[in-house]
């Protein structure tokens, strides 16, 4: 690669760095071949001197490409040679998970529990599947999670491919994720992972890291001692969630889950004895090849207005537009017939609109829905909020029936679903 031309071995056009790391600079790149954007991460030179480490990298990249998974980035190529070593990816729109956590955090707020909690199984699964692969990702936390636009679904990114090629005194991975047997420099297999992911889950629910010292031989300390903090010492409403962290950051390997998998049921078991009370109609699924809209507004003169607003809109193809009054009604309706858009209030009494798309992202076909939130007023608040299941479009109601049609319009056309004729 010539650093003074943005390309790459000719085929690929460097737009936009995206990011930089420990191993090298990830670029939003044009595939000139294939046509298509994609992630390219360039490994720095000092690393791919080392033929072992090449070696490493290409062959976890081919073990990474053979795998398919909702909440894991897709690797499309690897090239592992002494002058040029890098390699090409999904490139996922959106943001960090780290990044949407902070902005909870400036604003006094943690993430709404149900959503990091789907967030966590998902990742889990993800997991899963690049532990049956035989890779172990040995730097899982929520600096490497993005959280895709638009759907809101949560992919892992980041493996610490060959990372264990290198020679650093310090143990590679976040010193505040890292299992005590991986910080003596032992072998980081998927249980280690499983560590990691336990101290996310501790930092998605209550808004703090498990550990906190700035003092590296005191973290370190730390996670090696037998003291682990309790979920519910900091958010004393989800105490059901306690010993299923506490045993995914457990000391010892062997007290851990023994697969992310296991964690992740784990999870759901206990998210289960949480929300016992909350129970949701589950009636059978209907299917049509019609647009399905959702309107999900507790006030009747807005639920109306935005009904036939998306009419329409979208006058030139079938749709099928359902109104529910609150949060509970609208999931009743999104089990049956999953919503390709939904007109979201956010100020609604019971399940607001966090607490309702929160549910919607999880159940099947949850992610598939794009949703624009209306609001009294589009604060801050309401976009930071929102950042974390998808969301990037927003509508004020005293914007009008004219502007809340050409919002509508925008956001098909954007995902392209506005058809010129009829379906
Ligand atoms: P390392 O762990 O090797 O030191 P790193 O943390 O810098 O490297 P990544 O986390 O892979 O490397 O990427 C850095 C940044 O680039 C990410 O934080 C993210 O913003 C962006 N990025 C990485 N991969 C993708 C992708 N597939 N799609 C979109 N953005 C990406
Ligand atoms: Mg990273």
Redesign the pocket.
């Known amino acids: 690669m010539n650093e003074g031309q943005t390309r790459v071995e000719q085929r690929y056009v460097l737009e936009q760095l995206?990011?930089?790391?420990?191993?090298?600079?990830?670029y939003?790149a044009h595939d000139e071949v294939l046509r298509r954007h994609v992630?390219l991460?360039v490994i720095a030179p000092e690393w791919v001197d080392d033929r072992k480490f090449r070696d490493a990298f290409a062959r976890e990249a081919r073990a990474l490409a053979a795998l398919r998974h909702d909440h894991v980035?897709r690797i499309y190529d690897a090239v592992a040679r002494p002058e040029c070593t890098y390699l090409t990816?999904?490139?996922?729109?959106?943001r960090?998970l780290s990044t949407l956590m902070e902005q909870h955090l400036a604003h006094g707020a943690t993430l709404p529990p149900f959503r990091a909690l789907t967030i966590l199984q998902q990742i889990a699964g993800g997991l899963a599947a690049v532990h049956a692969a035989g890779i172990v990702h040995r730097?899982v936390k929520p600096?490497?999670v993005?959280i895709e636009e638009g759907s809101g679904r949560p992919?892992l990114?980041?493996f610490?491919i060959a990372?264990k090629y290198r020679v650093e005194e310090e143990p590679a991975g976040t010193p505040a994720y890292l299992a005590p047997e991986v910080i003596f420099g032992g072998p980081a297999d998927p249980t280690a992972d499983v560590y990691s992911l336990g101290c996310m889950a501790f930092e998605l629910l209550t808004g703090r890291l498990p550990f906190e010292h700035e003092n590296l031989p005191e973290l370190y300390q730390a996670h090696l001692g037998h003291e682990r903090p309790l979920v519910s010492s900091r958010r004393p409403e989800l105490g059901s969630f306690d010993l299923v962290v506490q045993r995914a950051m457990a000391r010892r390997a062997a007290d851990r889950y023994t697969s992310a998998l296991e964690f992740a049921a784990a999870l759901g078991d206990a998210m289960e004895r949480w929300s016992r009370g909350e129970t949701l109609p589950e009636p059978a699924r209907e299917s049509s090849d019609a647009l399905r809209i959702l309107v999900i507004d507790d006030d009747d003169d807005f639920r109306k207005l935005a009904a036939r607003a998306a009419q329409l809109a979208l006058y030139q193809q079938k749709v099928l537009v359902s109104t529910a009054r609150t949060g509970v009604e609208a999931l009743a309706i999104a089990r049956r017939t999953p919503p390709d858009v939904v007109i979201l209030d956010y100020d609604m009494p019971g399940l607001d609109g966090i607490d309702t798309l929160s549910r919607l992202r999880a159940i099947p076909k949850g992610g598939d829905a794009r949703v624009i939130v209306v609001s009294a007023t589009v604060t801050d608040a309401v976009r930071w909020r929102f950042g974390i299941l998808g969301v990037e479009d927003f509508f004020g109601k005293t914007e009008g029936f004219a502007g809340l049609v050409g919002r509508i319009l925008e956001v098909m056309n954007r995902y392209g679903w506005a058809r010129a004729e009829t379906r």
């Open positions: 995206l990011g930089r790391g420990g191993m090298g600079h990830v939003l992630a991460k980035v990816m999904e490139r996922v729109p959106g960090l730097d600096e490497n993005i992919v990114i980041d610490g990372s």
